[in-house]
Structures are given as structure tokens and as C-alpha cells.
């Protein structure tokens, strides 16, 4: 196996069981090693630090698989670690009785670079690390194992991949897709389109926000903004809104959200608007004609890949939360999030304050909104994105 030794001094953060090994700690590699292949991580000094996988293209030039000695690097080791992850989730109180989670989330499991989620029957694999690709195959029987699903769906397709040298990927790698997928959450059933759809086929993270939605949504108009497939509308609905108005520029997300209002019989559709436009100037003609809303959601996509982008991403954000304020009526709520890699919490509270301050409003947090937890053993290294949000209140 070859050898990674780090320079003098950086062996302290692998010490403090970061994961990650950048390639400026990296001093040399001793022996012979391919994209993914497993090399032991020494110290300058040439004490044992770990075992990890091999990334030569990437500035992440190796994850750690294990701080252990004695654990060797096999493909037992990879279904202990799938069946422990799923044994987590199935203990979680959280989790219990939703068919739509997240199973494995990257190095809060211990194997970084490996997202699997669970929607009912089908489990969607994502890897993003050159680790992850060299085990697929172990970790593939691991969640069939685990799990005992029916079809795992790989969808390797992130730009994350082309930084550590890997083409993009997507197909069954295990049984056959059913054709009309769905799950419950919180009550309300759901489509997922795990080939064409965002993500791994559906924003889980969001999940519990959703359900917080319909708390707040009780005889109330709602604005759900960037709606995609309608999740937080359908919620408000549940909640029993008033009415809700959602927006979104796509076309197709907009079918989909009506056709997973349709799977719910229950709920009040004639109190439902579905609208296809440009979220900002929908928000700026919405003003024009003097409409307000009890609550606003506000759920765009990404505006910061990276902390290159953050001032064009801030300018943004402030700009859509600004008009978010200035439709609100007096007690409403909005429910504002980033998904922005290069904009910290910090910054995304500054922005929205700000915003607040240009509207002329007094708005209080009420609460500080987060994903949603499918990994309770601690949050994942962030890798290109990772969710933040805030529910205000205006008097």
C-alpha cells in the first residue's frame, strides 16, 4: 500500500479527526497509487495517522476512511459502514414514518463523498469522491444488504465530480426502476422523478421546514416562491392556508407540482394558483399591484456555487428577500433559505437584516431553520452547498 506523508505540522488536523487532506499538507506519496486506491496516512515523523482514498486531481487529495490502525480497507469494511448508517436512521424518532430520507450523508457516516437516500423501494446512490467510485460495487451490495430495497439508482451526475477527475454517471445499478415512484411526507404523497429530478430526485433536506409550513400557513395567504414541484405549497395547504400562490420559472416543475396535488384528494385545490414567471419580476408586478401575504417562502436555487460568487449571490439575495418584506402584511411571516455554498450563515443573516432595514420593517427571527436530520451523528464537511434559513416576523 503506498504511503502519504504529510508535511511537518499538518498532521494535526487529521489528528482532530478532520477528514479531509488538502494538497497543500500533502509532502509526498511514497509507492504507487491510482485515482481511489487506499494509501496509509503518516505524519512527517512517520507515525500512523489513518487510512484513506487517493485523489490526485483534487485539492482534497485524500479522505480519510478511518483513524484506525487495526481496521483494514475492504469491502466488509464498506457494508459494516452502510448497515450502521441505515441502523442509525431506523433508530432516529425523526425519521419514523417517513419513506423519503436520507440513509448515508458523506463523512457524518465516515465515508466521505457517498450520499445514498431512501424513496420507499428505491435507494439513489450518489457518489461524488474518487473513493466512493472505486468502492461502488461494496457499497451498492451494502445498501441492497441493509436496506432490502428493490432498485438502487445511481446518480453520479454532480459538477462536483470533474474536480476529482471523474466522468459523471447515472443508471440502475441494481434491479429496475418502478415507474410511478412516490412517497408520503408528513402526510402528503409525493412524486419523485429520481432520474430527472433535482438533487438525488428530491430535496429532502427541506423536509421538516415543509411541515413547519403548514404550522405557520393556518388562515393565512401563502407565497411559495422558486416552488419547483410544489412541496412547501402542498404543506401550506395541509396547514390550511387561506390560499397559496406559487411561483416558479419552469414549466415542467409546475406540472409536477399539479400533479402532486391531484395524489392528494384532501386537500383544498380551488385555494391553489400555479404560476410560471421570473420569481423577481413576478415579485415586482405582485407589488405594482398591491397584493400582501401572511407568509412568504422564499427557496431559490443556488446563487453561490463558491466564495468567488458571494458578492453577485449577496446582491441577490438581498434583492429577492427585499421584495419578500415589502409583500408581507403586517404580522407575516417569511421563511427565507440559501442553499449557497459561498454564503455563510453569518453573511445570509446580515443580507436578510439588511433587507429588512431597506423595507422599512421591524422583523424579529423566530426561528433558525435547518436541515433536516438524516445524519445525527454531526453535520457533513460541506462540499459546494449546504442549507441555511431563517423565519422572521414583521410586526
Known amino acids: 500500500m503506498a504511503r502519504l506523508i504529510l508535511l511537518p505540522g499538518k498532521e494535526r488536523s487529521v489528528m482532530r479527526r478532520h477528514p479531509w487532506i488538502f494538497a497543500g499538507s500533502v509532502a ?3 509507492g504507487r497509487a491510482r485515482l481511489g486506491d487506499t494509501v496509509e496516512v503518516l505524519s512527517d515523523d512517520g507515525k500512523f495517522l489513518g487510512r484513506a482514498a487517493w485523489s490526485p486531481e483534487s485539492q482534497i487529495r485524500a479522505r480519510m476512511w478511518t483513524f484506525d490502525a487495526d481496521t483494514t480497507v475492504d469491502h466488509a469494511f464498506f457494508k459494516r459502514r452502510v448497515a450502521a448508517s441505515v441502523a442509525r436512521r431506523a433508530s432516529h424518532p425523526q425519521l419514523e414514518g417517513n419513506d423519503g ?11 466521505p463523498g457517498v450520499i445514498a437516500d431512501r424513496y ?12 466512493g467510485e472505486k468502492w461502488r460495487d461494496a457499497l451498492v451490495a451494502g445498501l441492497v444488504q441493509a436496506t432490502g430495497c428493490s432498485t ?13 477527475g471523474l466522468e459523471p454517471r447515472a443508471g440502475c445499478v441494481y434491479g429496475e426502476l418502478p415507474e410511478d415512484l412516490q412517497i408520503t411526507e408528513h402526510g402528503v404523497r409525493m412524486a419523485v422523478d429520481v432520474v ?14 415543509r411541515w413547519l409550513t403548514g404550522r405557520f400557513a393556518r388562515d393565512r395567504e401563502v407565497l411559495n416562491c422558486f416552488c419547483y414541484t410544489g412541496g412547501f405549497s402542498l404543506q401550506a395547504l395541509a396547514g390550511g ?11 415542467p416543475a409546475l406540472a409536477t407540482a399539479a400533479r402532486n396535488l391531484v395524489l392528494n384528494p384532501q386537500l383544498p385545490a380551488d385555494r391553489a394558483e400555479w404560476r410560471e414567471d421570473d420569481v423577481f419580476q413576478a415579485l415586482r408586478a405582485l407589488r405594482a399591484e398591491g397584493r400582501k401575504f401572511g407568509l412568504i417562502v422564499l ?7 463558491s466564495a468567488a460568487h458571494a458578492d453577485r449571490a449577496s446582491r441577490a439575495y ?32 446580515k443580507i436578510v437584516a439588511g433587507a429588512a432595514v431597506d423595507a422599512g420593517v421591524d422583523a424579529r427571527i423566530i426561528q433558525r431553520l435547518s436541515a433536516a436530520p438524516d445524519h445525527p451523528v454531526g453535520l457533513s464537511v460541506p462540499e459546494g452547498e449546504y442549507l441555511k434559513g431563517l423565519a422572521l416576523q414583521i410586526d
Open 28 to 30: 509526498r506519496l511514497e
Open 241 to 251: 392556508a387561506r390560499s397559496v400562490l406559487s411561483i416558479d420559472s419552469s414549466g
Open 318 to 349: 438581498k434583492d429577492i428577500n427585499l421584495l419578500g418584506f415589502r409583500l408581507l402584511a403586517p404580522g407575516g411571516i417569511l421563511m427565507t433559505y440559501s442553499c449557497s455554498g459561498g454564503i455563510g450563515l453569518e453573511l445570509f443573516q
Open 299 to 305: 427557496d431559490p436555487p443556488k446563487f453561490a456555487p
Open 196 to 209: 430527472g429530478g433535482h438533487k438525488t430526485g428530491f430535496y429532502l433536506d427541506q423536509r421538516d421546514n
Open 152 to 164: 438502487v439508482y445511481e446518480r453520479s451526475d454532480s459538477d462536483v465530480r470533474g474536480l476529482e
Open 120 to 131: 420507499g423501494p428505491v435507494v439513489v446512490l450518489q457518489l461524488t469522491s474518487a473513493g
Open 101 to 111: 430520507l436520507r440513509l448515508i450523508h458523506g463523512e457524518s457516516d465516515g465515508l
